[in-house]
């Protein structure tokens, strides 16, 4: 099973950036599509964005495409999200996992946009 230990979050300023990291801690992530998801107080887990197992197409979500970007480096085995021009409504609790997600989650980072 893929094993994930996301890092990266915390508190910043509306407009401001984070860079997230996903690091495998099991099985290696490079032969996977990957993706990151949010799940905000209250609301459903939703879809950010994703990669191909290979780098070469990623996919967003509308609520953050052009403002966020997913890569990955299969030689430090990690995918990671740019987040820039951070919007309140982009704090949440962020989580890698496999795309589409397999049942198992990691203790994800969070994020609060706020000022």
């Known amino acids: 099973q893929v094993q994930v230990v996301e890092s990266g979050g915390g508190l910043v300023q509306p407009g401001g950036s984070l860079r997230l990291s996903c690091a495998a801690s099991g099985r290696t992530l490079s032969i996977y599509d990957m993706g990151w998801f949010r799940q905000a107080p209250g609301k459903e887990r939703e879809f950010v964005a994703g990669i191909t197992w290979r780098g070469t197409s990623t996919y967003y979500a509308g609520s953050v495409k052009g403002r966020f970007t997913i890569s990955r480096d299969d030689a430090k085995d990690t995918v990671y999200l740019q987040m820039d021009s951070l919007k309140p409504e982009d704090t949440a609790v962020y989580y890698c996992?496999?795309?589409?997600?397999?049942?198992?989650w990691g203790q994800g980072t969070q994020v609060t946009v706020s000022s």
């Open positions: 996992n496999k795309n589409p997600p397999g049942p198992h």
